[in-house]
């Protein structure tokens, strides 16, 4: 079982930044394929960036690409979300999920564990 804790989450104005972490409780955090996924009102989960379990090839949502940037400290088993030049279209709960099977980055079935979320608001 492996416990997500996302952090990080605040209000920002437009155009500025903010830094999310996810921490796991999983010994074995090396071997989990981690990803961020948010979720503005009355909107469906999408993706926005993961990061596979070697952290060798990160991905992104188009809407976030050259803005965010994600990456993972094996020590201390987190995966953090750069976000830069924030929009308001960014807002909404972030979510930490991870996987250790195959799958496909944008599908939330796909993913084992979830973390409870932290929200992000930009103001324009």
């Known amino acids: 079982q492996v416990q997500l804790v996302e952090s990080g989450g605040g209000l920002v104005q437009a155009g500025g930044s903010l830094r999310l972490s996810c921490a796991a409780s999983?010994?074995?955090?090396?071997?989990?394929?981690m990803a961020w996924f948010r979720q503005a009102p009355g909107k469906e989960r999408e993706f926005v960036s993961g990061i596979t379990w070697s952290g060798g090839s990160t991905y992104y949502a188009d809407s976030v690409k050259g803005r965010f940037t994600i990456s993972r400290d094996y020590a201390k088993n987190t995966v953090y979300l750069q976000m830069n030049s924030l929009k308001p279209d960014d807002a909404g709960v972030y979510y930490c999920?991870?996987?250790?099977?195959?799958?496909?980055?944008?599908?939330?079935?796909?993913?084992?564990?979830w973390g409870q979320g932290t929200q992000v608001t930009v103001s324009s």
């Open positions: 999983a010994r074995t955090f090396s071997t989990y394929t």
């Open positions: 999920a991870a996987r250790t099977r195959n799958g496909r980055w944008a599908q939330v079935s796909d993913y084992d564990y």
